[in-house]
């Protein structure tokens, strides 16, 4: 029996290193792309449930904030304080108009044969596999274009980027021992750097105010409590307590306007 070079066993022990971390690797980003749709999922469902409360507590204070503006139109601070509350409103109203409620109602669950073609895929053509600049371009929208699909649940675009990878030329390729024993090396750094800006990505994502209010949630639910309805309803205070301040003020506007009309005959709206 031939025995082996030695690089060809140093070649034979990267790869078996290389399979290993590229397992991990499809594994981890399969998670973070998980995570992602999750994260997305939820929020859709807190702006349906709870976030559009606010966006109209937002708005009736802003209402109220103008309405004290009429009363003392010279002041630099309350004319302040209306601007930032109309601005406020509008990006939470626009926050609220932006959501795609559709996701709100589908939970999103990938199949099997999704995942296991998504994990066959992703072995493949991971951007931090590729040698050189411009195969790492080409890898890097080709993932986009997974993690879009298996996000998407669109099984017929996963097998279609299958298909169309494997037929690639870029798979066809003729080297030296020496020359694969460098890429092993290369691929094996840049696997493993990815792997550092996957753990870095995850712990922002976990830190989060959005997945922190996650895992309140999910906390609540196991005790039994909804904690969505509990923020809905206490909202619901809110904006019946901010519609009695706007009442009070349009009245107390009103009266002013009357009286400036009555005393002087001047009509107030007229200087504004």
Not at 33 to 51: C, D, I, R
Not at 180 to 192: D, W
Not at 195 to 211: D, G, I
């Amino acid at each position: 029996m031939k025995s082996l070079a030695p690089e060809e066993i140093e070649l034979e022990k990267k790869r078996r290193v290389l399979r290993r971390l590229k397992n991990r690797l499809v594994s981890r980003e399969e998670s973070m792309a998980e995570l992602h749709a999750e994260l997305e999922q939820f929020e859709a469902t807190y702006v349906m449930e709870v976030g559009r409360h606010y966006a109209e507590l937002d708005e009736i204070e802003a209402q109220i904030a103008e309405e004290e503006l009429k009363l003392n139109p010279e002041d630099e601070e309350i004319k302040k304080r209306a601007d930032e509350a109309r601005e406020k409103a509008e990006e939470s109203a626009e926050a609220a108009e932006e959501e795609n409620w559709q996701a709100c109602t589908q939970k999103w669950n990938p199949s099997p044969e999704a995942k296991k073609t998504y994990r066959n895929l992703a072995k493949m053509i991971h951007p931090d596999l590729a040698i050189d600049k411009e195969e790492r371009e080409k890898r890097h929208n080709l993932m986009s274009k997974l993690n879009d699909a298996y996000t998407d649940g669109d099984q017929k675009l996963l097998n279609k980027l299958v298909e169309e990878y494997r037929d690639s030329p870029e798979l066809v390729k003729g080297d030296s021992l020496g020359d694969e024993l460098i890429r092993a090396i290369r691929q094996i750094s840049q696997v493993t750097n990815r792997l550092k800006e996957l753990r870095a990505e995850k712990l922002e994502a976990e830190l989060s105010e959005l997945f922190i209010l996650r895992e309140k949630v999910r906390k609540e639910q196991l005790a039994g409590r909804n904690l969505f309805k509990t923020m809905a309803e206490r909202t619901k205070t809110h904006i019946k307590k901010a519609n009695r301040r706007l009442s009070n003020l349009r009245q107390v506007v009103e009266a002013d306007e009357v009286d400036m009309k009555e005393r002087f005959g001047l009509n107030v709206e007229a200087f504004r």
